[in-house]
């Protein structure tokens, strides 16, 4: 099975479009928790249980993890091991670099830590993406429209090539079209949902595209938005990521049916906007 | 002191722009050692005790640690030990992630990972890179222009702003150096050695900040470029990265003696090419 075949299985099966962001931040874990050796486990094994059914991905971060050391390295290669496998796994490393290098982080990612996709940064080219797409059954999602403050710096930097204008994040946005199109991996892309208008013209440009959609939640994106433009000329919905809002619904004892409550109430609130198939 | 001051002191004490990245790949180092449980252990460790008085840093690379799943990232804990405190630490994760995963990110490597500094993706804009600055006594290098083929498909796009155009690397190496000014930790860049046009360019625009060169050795850049424009105005040299020719000088169990040889000769040239202060 693809990774879009995976994909698109679990929003049917759960009517979810949420992916849970798995960044976990020991510190803003429950304080019995915290006198555990290893806090993050049984706080991902307790959200994971709790939010299953809800979800269509779940999406660590590996700042998080690093954040803790190779102790951390080792929690997050036993949390993906946690994950049911019928739910995709999307790696968040915003990995770039040099061939022989991408081909290293592509090695761990699909194969040490079990993704079924990743998050690669555009800014290095073509040579940087590709060892990835050679991973048939696996995707990857190019950021585009990041969903921070800062965004547009740089990816709204209007681009002038062969007479054609187009915004930085276009350009990126029409590379990963034809990378997508050459597969043999899914290319999709990063779009927040804090940039509406931007979300809109990117599914303009590239109709075909999943689209992996932080910014809804803590961040304060547009929810309504992100369904809307979120799916694929197909019908494939995008994933749209939440982390803190669910992950830190609560920080007492009660957390993991406070982050399902939390869960329940986003997928209520997308179920609402746009019917799931 | 600052990873400038260390940076400089060690330049001195070694006489040497040689930057050794420790990017180990198992399957490439001699045979006997593969037999161990840990085999990239060993392998640094006699690789660093035979350069570590010919080199002015050393730089793993993230990705080569993370392919071989959490016990990668254990050996990267352990290797970091290793090398004498007064040889800077340069991880190279070319990070780039919004405000609160950049701060996560920044405490894995600056107090897990114990590097004095970071390579950092430009995409996501000024606050991805703003956690990192906070460290006073660490550094930054931010991607300019790398090293890899396709470097120039988004670095050298043109771009326009308020009437103003300029390659897309040269926006970046303008943002960066006002990173510098602001501070308070150092802000470099990262310049491929394989580009010695834009190598020029760059320094003329950023007179003040200390480069992070790749490119030399398996990749061919120009080590005589490197040198040229990579000192800063104030006379700080560049770190000129090499990784291949130096680990891999041979595969037999002399290899830490044929990689000290292969260290040796590139410091000599670049002894040769210019005064090293």
Not at 124 to 150: E, H, I
Not at 180 to 206: F, K, M, S, Y
């Given at each position: 099975m693809t990774f879009l075949e995976k994909l698109a299985h679990a929003q049917q099966t759960n009517r979810s479009f949420l992916c849970v962001g798995l960044d976990i931040v020991v510190a803003n874990t429950p304080l019995p928790l915290q006198l555990e050796d290893e806090p993050m486990l049984p706080f991902a094994r307790a959200i994971i249980e709790a939010t299953q059914d809800l979800v269509c991905a779940y999406k660590p971060n590996l700042g998080f993890y690093?954040?803790?050391?190779?102790?951390?390295?080792?929690?997050?290669?036993?949390?993906?091991?946690?994950?049911?496998?019928?739910?995709?796994?999307?790696?968040?490393?915003?990995?770039?670099?040099?061939?022989?290098t991408a081909e290293a982080y592509a090695r761990g990612a699909f194969e040490q830590f079990r993704a079924d996709a990743v998050t690669l940064a555009p800014y290095m080219g073509s040579d940087s993406v590709a060892p990835f797409l050679r991973y048939a059954d696996r995707g990857v999602f190019v950021l585009a429209r990041t969903s921070n403050p800062n965004a547009g710096e740089f990816q709204n930097l209007k681009t002038v090539s062969s007479q054609e204008e187009r915004l930085l994040y276009e350009a990126v946005a029409l590379a990963a079209?034809?990378?997508?199109?050459?597969?043999?991996?899914?290319?999709?892309?990063?779009?927040?949902?804090?940039?509406?208008?931007?979300?809109?013209?990117?599914?303009?440009?590239?109709?075909?595209?999943?689209?992996?959609?932080?910014?809804?939640?803590?961040?304060?994106?547009?929810?309504?938005?992100?369904?809307?433009?979120?799916?694929?000329?197909?019908?494939?919905?995008?994933?749209?990521?939440?982390?803190?809002?669910?992950?830190?619904?609560?920080?007492?004892?009660?957390?993991?049916?406070?982050?399902r409550r939390a869960a329940q109430a986003l997928v209520d609130t997308m179920r609402s906007i746009g019917p799931i198939r």
């Amino acid at each position: 099975m693809t990774f879009l075949e995976k994909l698109a299985h679990a929003q049917q099966t759960n009517r979810s479009f949420l992916c849970v962001g798995l960044d976990i931040v020991v510190a803003n874990t429950p304080l019995p928790l915290q006198l555990e050796d290893e806090p993050m486990l049984p706080f991902a094994r307790a959200i994971i249980e709790a939010t299953q059914d809800l979800v269509c991905a779940y999406k660590p971060n590996l700042g998080f993890y690093l954040a803790e050391g190779a102790a951390g390295m080792v929690a997050l290669e036993r949390i993906v091991r946690l994950i049911p496998p019928h739910i995709p796994i999307i790696l968040d490393g915003k990995f770039g670099d040099i061939g022989n290098t991408a081909e290293a982080y592509a090695r761990g990612a699909f194969e040490q830590f079990r993704a079924d996709a990743v998050t690669l940064a555009p800014y290095m080219g073509s040579d940087s993406v590709a060892p990835f797409l050679r991973y048939a059954d696996r995707g990857v999602f190019v950021l585009a429209r990041t969903s921070n403050p800062n965004a547009g710096e740089f990816q709204n930097l209007k681009t002038v090539s062969s007479q054609e204008e187009r915004l930085l994040y276009e350009a990126v946005a029409l590379a990963a079209s034809r990378w997508h199109a050459q597969g043999p991996a899914a290319c999709g892309l990063v779009v927040g949902a804090t940039a509406p208008a931007e979300l809109q013209r990117i599914r303009h440009i590239a109709p075909d595209l999943p689209f992996l959609i932080p910014g809804v939640g803590a961040q304060g994106g547009d929810l309504e938005a992100a369904i809307r433009y979120g799916q694929t000329r197909d019908g494939l919905g995008p994933v749209i990521n939440v982390s803190r809002a669910v992950l830190y619904a609560s920080r007492t004892m009660t957390f993991a049916e406070d982050a399902r409550r939390a869960a329940q109430a986003l997928v209520d609130t997308m179920r609402s906007i746009g019917p799931i198939r």
